[in-house]
């Protein structure tokens, strides 16, 4: 492979482990330098659809690309240095998007089997992954602060019981929370056995603690406003509650109970150590923060009916194209 290539290489990889050891990163370079293509891109070429299976992840080093949905959400034009496709690659999961080159650019491809392989065997990367996308979902809400927007959660497809749930009765909400959708039966119960329930009286703060748990919200309703704007996000019984952007204590954003309400809470802590042990649970939260993050997306109403960024591999925007 060329220098240049090697070198344009180590630096996108650089922006997009940011943060993970160097070992880490040397290793990635190793595994994915003698797989690497160099293409020159015309004007109109259409690098993937939305459906489609992913065959390649995609490292543009300049230009714009227009990513696209027939689901109603805002296109997208990225411009500059980005990663598209990686997190589809990461988590076999459907293209969201259609990606079309607007201006000749020059990209380096590499088979999305050996991107995988790089969530597969380092969890440092997958974690590094999971903490961009959920920056990049605080990022989506903040721009939405003066919307009142009311998260898709499904509820449960079993009945939750009023009193203090059973082992298996907390597995079987793990499985029927969409976070947890494509956890097998080891993981549900790891996650069940680390989890305990929560009673938060009308009004009562979550995520005061400096170590942050996430929720499943059992039953009652809770509401996050960002101090200083108008808008708010209720979150019914189903959905899964992390802060956003998991900004501890500083953030300018509230999570409160409307109504009484009952969770089931796990230290992100304990979170991060399953998904480690687990791969289908870093695959099933993953492609759930994805979802979420379209659903954001055709919530913006951007100007000109476009969302335009140009930032280049920023923590909390190069993962809404990952």
Known sequence: MADHV??????????????????????????????????NVA??????????????TYFTQRGSVSLTSASGAAPVEVHGTWILGGVESAVDMPRFRTATVLTP????????????ELFEDSFEISRS???????????????????ALEFPASGFGCEVPDQELDAVERLLVFASTGRFALAGTQTLTDLAQNADEVVFAAGAELFRSAAPRGHV???GELVARRNGFQGEVRVGPGAFVLPLGVTGPGSDWTVRAEVPSRTLAISLESLLDEMEEHPDLVRSMLRS????????LRQIPAPSGIVSVSAALTPSLSSWFG
């Open 6 to 39: 090697r070198q344009l290489s180590r630096t996108l990889l650089f922006s997009a482990l940011e943060g993970a050891a160097p070992s880490v990163e040397h290793w990635a370079l190793d595994l994915l330098t003698p797989h690497l293509n160099e293409h």
């Open 43 to 56: 004007a109109g070429t259409v690098l993937f659809r939305e459906g489609d299976l992913p065959k390649h």
């Open 105 to 116: 650019t020059r990209i380096l491809t590499v088979p999305a089997s050996v991107w995988h």
């Open 129 to 147: 992954v999971f903490f961009r996308t959920l920056h990049a979902l605080g990022a989506l809400y903040s721009r939405l602060s003066d919307h």
């Open 217 to 219: 919200v059992l039953s």
């Open 289 to 296: 923060m994805w979802e979420e993050r379209e659903w954001l």
